[in-house]
């Protein structure tokens, strides 16, 4: 981990995505910077849920782009909110359409359970 929070700036605006990281990827043997939006899905609507999460996943990939564009954004949600509510309909075609890249995460034992770019 680089940044926890990972600071962004941009004119006036001022952003800080939960955690900004670096990991090895094996089969190309070079790094690979990203950060990581966490995202609990603790609230009593999982649509109110995603529609905060999906905006800030937005606006946080735009800045990424501006301040620096080599790092990829990933939106880390519970195991349970993945296999419910990100297997409908709608949240799949969010997915494409806004071209989110998760990290599954059991929130217990605090383990990424899959990354899906």
């Known amino acids: 981990m680089t940044d926890d ?3 962004l700036e941009w004119e006036e605006i001022t952003v800080k ?3 900004g990281a670096e990991r090895l990827i094996a089969a190309e043997r070079e790094e690979e910077k990203f950060a990581v939006e966490i995202k609990s899905f603790i609230g009593t609507s999982a649509i109110s849920d995603f529609h905060t999460a999906l905006g800030q996943f937005l606006n946080y990939r ?6 620096e564009p080599n790092r990829f954004l990933y939106l880390a949600v519970p195991v349970e909110t993945y296999q419910t509510f990100f297997h409908s309909r ?3 075609a ?9 990290i599954v995460y059991e929130p ?3 383990e990424i359970v899959q990354w899906i770019r």
């Open 5 to 7: 929070p990972l600071e």
């Open 17 to 19: 995505i939960d955690l």
């Open 62 to 67: 735009m800045m990424l782009e501006v301040n």
């Open 90 to 92: 709608f949240a799949r």
């Open 94 to 102: 969010a997915i494409t359409r806004y071209q989110l890249q998760l």
């Open 108 to 110: 217990k034992s605090e």
